[in-house]
Nanobody, 129 residues
Framework: QVRVIESGGGVRQTGGSLRLSCVAS????????VGWYRQTLHNERDFVAA????????MYADAVKGRFAISRDNGKNTVYLQMNSLREGDTGVYYCAVRYGLQDFDPENKEARSNVNSWGRGTQVIVNS
């Protein structure tokens, strides 16, 4: 199956920015939806953002709307997450995911299909006040 490698994490102060990257291998993601999840210290792995195959249709968790932006470069088989105006609550390990369609990232979708990819190691983001 598709494998992913996340990178770009780091330590920032509140208000700072980071750009995460996710490079996929083992298959093209050009026709698939892509997204990001994060796992915080005391929370489950939560949905963050997703985009359809073209990157034009997107979906964001309420907590990151207006601050984060997901994008993709299908020619490079890569997904990005631009994170601005970082808050302490953004701290966590960020994972990227590849799924069949954007609807498969919808937390309200009871028939959502599972990842095409296997979970990567994630990339750690730490936001300090």
């Amino acid at each position: 199956q598709v494998r992913v490698i996340e990178s770009g994490g780091g330590v920032r102060q509140t208000g700072g920015s980071l750009r995460l990257s996710c490079v996929a291998s083992g298959g093209s993601i050009g026709a698939s939806a892509v997204g990001w999840y994060r796992q915080t210290l005391h929370n489950e792995r939560d949905f963050v953002a997703a985009a359809d195959w073209s990157g034009r249709a997107t979906m964001y968790a309420d907590a990151v709307k207006g601050r984060f932006a997901i994008s993709r470069d299908n020619g490079k088989n890569t997904v990005y997450l631009q994170m601005n105006s970082l808050r302490e609550g953004d701290t966590g390990v960020y994972y990227c995911a590849v799924r069949y369609g954007l609807q498969d990232f919808d937390p309200e979708n009871k028939e959502a299909r599972s990842n095409v990819n296997s979970w990567g190691r994630g990339t750690q983001v730490i936001v300090n006040s």
